[in-house]
């Protein structure tokens, strides 16, 4: 079965700082999907990145980058230039390629609670 | 925080009681989902429904029960609930299950059973 870690419960950043986020996985396939999530202290669950498998480029959204690395099953997110708004617990997970059956779901990590001092 | 709403944002129920979580969803997607989402622990998958009918039960207990009767709107049927149950219920939806369709997710409903 899939499993997804994330070794770092809490981090804390100094504000315009970089941090970064590890997650590691342990899957059999060779295709699937990683995807970071931010849930905020109000709740709400968004995605903040997504990389494919099949592609060596790494994903980047404006100051969020990640770091696939498929041989050694890791996937590290960096938050450039923290903001105040940064805070927030944050997931890593990931997904099958397949979508049949139980195969197609979200498995996610513990997540890190990260904080941003100013 | 648009897309999906859930109600109630905060429940709490005895043990003998019996409610309904709500999640809409109006993004015009065709897959649903509910995760528990407990304190410590990765979220957990509960339900999945995809064009109305449940395609996933992860060996929920029978005292949660779920409803899709159409594609905007999931229901979380509670009864006989135990302290253990305590969590954040977190609605999502997708535009399908497949490939790497995002999940938009709800607030979520914050139960307490005493």
């Known amino acids: 079965a899939q499993t997804v870690t994330q070794s770092q419960p809490e981090m804390s950043v100094q504000e315009a700082e970089t941090v970064t986020l590890s997650c590691t996985y342990d899957?059999?396939?060779?295709?699937?999907?990683l995807f970071w999530y931010k849930q905020p202290p109000s709740r709400q669950m968004i995605l903040v990145i997504r990389?494919?498998?099949?592609?060596?480029q790494n994903a980047t959204e404006n100051r969020f980058s990640v770091n696939f690395q498929k041989a050694a099953k890791s996937f590290s997110l960096k938050i450039s230039d923290s903001q105040l708004g940064d805070a927030a617990m944050y997931f890593c997970?990931?997904?099958?390629?397949?979508?049949?059956?139980?195969?197609?779901?979200?498995?996610f990590g513990k997540g890190t609670k990260l904080s941003v001092k100013p | 925080e648009t897309g999906v709403t859930q109600t109630p944002r905060h429940l709490v129920m005895g043990m003998t009681n019996k409610k309904s979580l709500k999640c809409e969803q109006h993004l015009g997607h065709n897959a649903m989902y509910w995760y528990k989402q407990s304190a410590k622990k990765p979220l957990e998958l509960m339900f999945v429904?995809?064009?109305?009918?449940?395609?996933e039960n992860n060996s929920v207990p029978s005292r949660f029960s779920p409803e899709c009767p159409n594609s905007s709107h999931l229901f979380l049927h509670l009864h006989t609930l135990q302290p253990e149950d305590s969590a954040l219920y977190l609605c999502?939806?997708?535009?399908?299950?497949?490939?790497?369709?995002?999940?938009?997710f709800g607030p979520g409903t914050r139960l307490t059973v005493t």
């Open positions: 990389q494919e498998a099949y592609k060596q």
């Open positions: 429904y995809s064009l109305e009918e449940r395609v």
């Open positions: 997970a990931y997904r099958p390629w397949n979508y049949g059956g139980s195969q197609g779901n979200l498995i």
């Open positions: 999502a939806s997708s535009p399908d299950r497949g490939h790497s369709y995002e999940q938009y």
């Open positions: 899957t059999s396939e060779s295709d699937y999907y």
